[in-house]
């Protein structure tokens, strides 16, 4: 029966995984659709500016502040996006460069800005090592058990 559990427990981490995986890709493809708008929005105020400057014309603030408050939202929600991705824990996002960097990386690959955030995670995980260490010391009793066998075998060959 410990079979069937262990093996239903794995098809289900698969498939969480899996769903991870599926959302991950879906924000990412929301956060490129959402860049390239915003890149759209840059093209439309740097096209206005240059038909103002070849007018010898000036432009004023109110001509980009539909352009510039639509820019503002998207990086918004790319933001929010990038948050989602992180909870997922499928990395974390490069706030110099924009790069994604997997989610123990202490320096970003791309530009080499220092990550902070993964020295905190390692304050909980040290009440956890202990626990490790009472694990790994549950099967010493065994070995003491099974230990005057082997220094009986170990002091005939010392002898």
């Known amino acids: 029966m410990s079979f069937f559990d262990k093996f239903k427990a794995g098809v289900t981490e698969a498939g969480n995984k899996a769903m991870n995986v599926v959302e991950v890709n879906r924000l ?15 093209q439309v105020m740097g096209k206005m500016l240059f038909e103002a400057t070849l007018n010898e014309s000036t432009l004023p603030k109110e001509a980009f502040a539909v352009n510039m408050n639509r820019v503002l939202v ?30 123990e990386a202490r320096f970003c690959p791309n530009c080499g800005h220092t990550f902070e ?4 995670p390692q304050v909980p995980q040290t ?14 009793a065994p070995e003491a058990k099974a230990g005057p066998l082997s220094l009986d075998k170990q002091d005939t060959g010392d002898n």
């Open 28 to 42: 990412k493809l929301q956060n490129s659709s959402k860049q390239n708008e915003i890149d759209k929005q840059y």
């Open 74 to 103: 998207l990086k918004c929600e790319i933001e929010a996006n990038l948050e989602q991705i992180e909870a997922l824990g499928d990395g974390k996002h490069c706030k110099s460069c924009g790069s994604s960097v997997p989610a």
């Open 117 to 120: 955030a993964p020295r905190e």
């Open 127 to 140: 009440p956890q090592e202990p626990e490790i260490a009472q694990t790994h010391q549950a099967p010493q």
